[in-house]
């Protein structure tokens, strides 16, 4: 079983300071994809960024970027030029790779991280 | 494209009585859907996964009798709450996922209160 840990229950930034969320996640598996999606007030999931394991380069998306630290199993997503709207609990999630395994498909969350951004 | 609707958004029932939350894909074929419970501020909760045409398989602790799951198509999966007490009331959320792409596209949610 795999677990994902978001050790920052709350955070506050600044109108368009950087702001990063960490994750770090236990598998034993090798191949993996790992998700940040964001839920708003209006508690529509969103899917912010995404990484798969075995590539090296870190995923970025406009204003969004990870840090993805496969031997330290860490995965932070780093928000640049905050914005009101970036204000949203925000989840870490994990999902083994692998066809075959019981846990195919399925999302493993962290516990979620509210994020405030001050004007 | 992705886009997965829920209906009804909110509903509010009485103790013992059942309730019926629609999952839809809109814009592609699911063939697996996911559905979560959410309580404020708390992480998504993995109650279940339905493929279609097959019987759900349900997460450690969920009762299959009272969360009721039915995949009947590629664009639709329903989850009946059964016999629905105070309890049960929560935040529910479907996803879906294409074939073997990894992305789970999530529905709006329903909010359900039982009195």
């Known amino acids: 079983a795999q677990t994902v840990t978001q050790s920052q229950p709350e955070m506050s930034v600044q109108e368009a300071e950087t702001v990063t969320l960490s994750c770090t996640y236990d598998t034993s598996e090798s191949n993996y994809y790992l998700f940040w999606y964001k839920q708003p007030p209006s508690r529509q999931m969103i899917l912010v960024i995404r990484?798969?394991?075995?590539?090296?380069q870190n995923a970025t998306e406009n204003r969004f970027s990870v840090n993805f630290q496969k031997a330290a199993k860490s995965f932070s997503l780093k928000i640049s030029d905050s914005q009101l709207g970036d204000t949203a609990m925000y989840f870490c999630?994990?999902?083994?790779?692998?066809?075959?395994?019981?846990?195919?498909?399925?999302?493993?969350f962290g516990q979620g991280t509210i994020l405030t951004v001050h004007p | 494209g992705a886009v997965v609707s829920q209906h009804p958004s909110r509903v509010i029932c009485k103790s013992g009585t059942s309730v019926k939350i629609e999952c839809r894909s809109l814009d592609f074929q699911a063939t697996t859907m996911f559905w979560y419970r959410q309580f404020p501020k708390q992480s998504l909760m993995l109650m279940a996964t339905s493929n279609e045409g097959s019987k759900a398989t349900y997460e450690q602790g969920v009762e299959k009798d009272k969360f009721l799951i039915n995949h009947a198509s590629l664009t639709l999966s329903t989850l009946t709450v059964t016999s629905a007490h105070p309890e049960d009331s929560s935040f529910y959320i479907c996803s879906a996922k294409r074939g073997y792409q990894e992305t789970q596209y999530f529905g709006p949610g329903t909010r359900l209160l039982v009195l």
């Open positions: 990484q798969e394991a075995y590539k090296q």
């Open positions: 999630a994990f999902m083994p790779a692998y066809a075959g395994g019981t846990s195919y498909g399925k999302l493993t």
